[in-house]
């Protein structure tokens, strides 16, 4: 068995790093573990939870605390919130607060994420494909699945979690849930979650949650705070042999199973340096536009009466000579030159790039351009690779998670599916984006070879056309080929009748 969710085992050093601000947001992350583990001593001695519940749920948030800290240091790299860690060299001590932000990390996500296009599922047996189908869009699975990728990226993994709707709600409920919210634990041998929870919900004041989800391999535990501060459960049991909870993990290996952060160490450490560069730039420029001047053999100080702005912008300098009749000799210092600040930041976003497989032109840093689209798909070919791998990963999630959604949907345990409800494919459009026109050509030209392809729904599915467009084409064209095939059995029918009177 493996913990989930990454960076427990760095949580000192982040929060000695970070310096005071941490340590405020530590005692709030302090109070929230002192909440949890007063929900669950409540639930024990007041709720009547049985004993076996109480220590899958204190194991689970011992393991949630653990990772919480590392999980939001790297959320704060993203919303670009990471504190400045200053050199102690060329920074002034006054313009150490200035605000400055680089949005790497949140690119390293974004630029892989938006590949990452989900479009549904296909299955071998046609009433499964439409019941899947209801269920991806009563349950928005699309932009839930675009959600939780953002996450998996961040932090490493995100969870999915199915439970069987209430009255009036739609019969499966699926939901997503970020690992800063979530833990659980691995099971090496089976490959799958041994046992997870789910922070639900937390009170608006205090922090605290008020709300869990306890996934097992024989039923779901809800436990809540109601309005009155009463504590109460409800044991959900089901038959799906496995908890109803499924992990999205990014690049995990035998060591990490759900996943390592896009915002690696390395990453952070390199958006740091990017960070007091940009700080380092943005001083130097104040000096840039203001050169040092100088005034020599003067008696006394000829500028007391102004200040250092006046003296600045002043177009006429009016200076009397000296006692001894000699003229004060004006003059102005060389520039610094900004070219290595803009070296130096290209030379961090080189390194970036090769960290994240991001090109540098999507960085903001000024580069030498591809001149053609064969040069353009190269720069981005190894996003590409790296996105198809994560659609790899998360096709085995999503059919699992689909298989659950059937099995909860009609009632019946996960072994209890044929072979032919269990032959279910995710469908995720390609990472490579290619343009409608170049789509277009190369599907024409597999229709050319294999005329019957173009009759099928994957003709249309690779033309770029998403689900509805293509539901709208196929029935059009049914209702097409119905006409033509009526109007030729009338044209059919009269000739038999002009035949049967020639005879006559």
Not at 44 to 50: K, P, S, V
Not at 287 to 312: C, H, I, N, R, V
Not at 415 to 426: A, C, K, Y
Request: glycine share 6%; net charge negative.
């Amino acid at each position: 068995m493996r913990a989930g969710a990454q960076g427990g085992d760095d949580h000192e050093k982040e929060t000695q790093q970070e310096g005071g601000g941490a340590m405020m947001r530590d005692d709030k992350m302090w109070r929230k573990k002192s909440y949890s583990r007063a929900l669950v001593s409540a639930l024990a001695i007041d709720g009547g939870l049985d004993d076996e519940a109480i220590e899958l749920m204190d194991e689970l948030l011992e393991t949630w605390w653990e990772h919480l800290a590392k999980n939001k240091l790297r959320r704060r790299y993203y919303e670009g919130e990471n504190m400045l860690k200053d050199l102690g060299i060329s920074i002034p001590p006054a313009l150490r607060s200035i605000e400055t932000v680089v949005g790497w990390p949140k690119k390293a996500v974004s630029a892989l994420s938006s590949r990452i296009r989900f479009d549904g599922f296909t299955a071998k047996d046609e009433e499964v494909s439409k019941e899947l189908a209801r269920v991806v869009k009563t349950s928005c699975l699309k932009r839930k699945h675009r959600q939780a990728v953002e996450s998996e990226l961040i932090s490493g993994c995100d969870f999915v979690t199915l439970s069987r709707g209430r009255a009036g709600e739609p019969p499966v409920i699926i939901t997503t849930h970020s690992a800063e919210d979530s833990a659980a634990v691995w099971d090496q041998r089976l490959g799958r979650i041994a046992r997870g929870l789910v922070i639900m919900d937390y009170d608006e004041t205090s922090g605290a949650p008020v709300e869990l989800a306890l996934y097992t391999a024989t039923r779901t535990v809800h436990a809540y705070v109601d309005e009155d501060g009463a504590v109460g459960y409800e044991s959900m049991p089901h038959k799906m042999g496995q908890p109803m909870m499924v992990a999205l993990a990014y690049n995990p290996t035998e060591a990490e199973p759900l996943g390592q952060s896009r915002i690696s160490k390395a990453v952070r450490s390199l958006t740091d340096s990017a960070v007091r560069e940009s700080l380092r730039t943005e001083i130097s420029a104040e000096f840039f536009t203001s050169p040092q001047k100088y005034l020599l053999g003067t008696d006394g100080d000829p500028f007391e009466q102004k200040t250092k702005w006046e003296a600045y912008i002043g177009n006429i300098f009016n200076i009397d000579m000296n006692d001894d009749g000699s003229v004060p000799q004006f003059g102005q210092l060389s520039q610094g030159s900004m070219q290595p600040h803009t070296d130096y930041m290209r030379a961090l976003a080189s390194r970036f790039a090769g960290e994240t497989n991001v090109p540098v032109s999507q960085l903001g840093v000024i580069h030498d351009n591809p001149s053609s689209a064969e040069a353009i798909y190269a720069a981005n070919e190894p996003l590409i690779i790296e996105a198809q791998t994560l659609i790899d990963d998360n096709s085995d999630a999503m059919v699992l998670v689909a298989q659950m959604a059937l099995a909860t949907s009609r009632g019946v345990a996960l072994s209890e599916l044929t072979e032919d409800e269990l032959d279910i494919l995710p469908h995720f459009k390609s990472p490579a984006m290619p343009s409608v026109v170049s789509q277009a050509d190369a599907m024409v030209k597999i229709a050319a070879v294999v005329p019957e392809f173009a009759g099928t729904s994957t003709f249309w599915e690779q033309l770029g056309f998403d689900d509805d467009v293509r539901r709208s084409i196929s029935n059009e064209i049914r209702r097409q080929q119905a006409k033509s095939n009526a109007a030729a059995s009338l044209a059919a029918a009269g000739r038999s009748v002009s035949d049967e009177n020639n005879q006559s």
